[in-house]
């Protein structure tokens, strides 16, 4: 079972410009001073370490750490 704690890892070992211990899981990623190309290279990351395919039409983005941990073990159930 994924975790907030799981998810703050994966954004932290790529390194970007942002207080991983501020993000809030339950705001949006881009209200938390990320930008797209962060976004696009968290999902990367978190895909390629978790073995899933994220969504990718904007109307169906995950946009919060919550709704990853949540679509990822949904996947995984």
């Given at each position: 079972?994924?975790?907030?704690?799981?998810?703050?890892?994966?954004?932290?070992?790529?390194?970007?410009?942002?207080e991983?211990?501020?993000?809030d899981p339950?705001?949006?990623?881009?209200?938390?001073?990320?930008?797209?190309?962060?976004?696009v290279?968290?999902?990367?990351?978190?895909e390629?370490?978790?073995?899933?395919?994220?969504?990718?039409?904007?109307?169906?983005?995950?946009?919060t750490?919550?709704?990853i941990?949540?679509?990822?073990?949904?996947?995984?159930?």
């Amino acid at each position: 079972m994924i975790k907030h704690e799981d998810i703050l890892a994966v954004i932290e070992d790529i390194g970007l410009m942002v207080e991983v211990s501020s993000l809030d899981p339950s705001l949006e990623l881009r209200e938390q001073g990320l930008d797209s190309l962060d976004v696009v290279n968290i999902y990367f990351n978190i895909e390629e370490k978790y073995d899933v395919k994220l969504p990718e039409g904007p109307e169906d983005q995950l946009k919060t750490i919550n709704s990853i941990i949540e679509f990822i073990n949904n996947k995984k159930a």
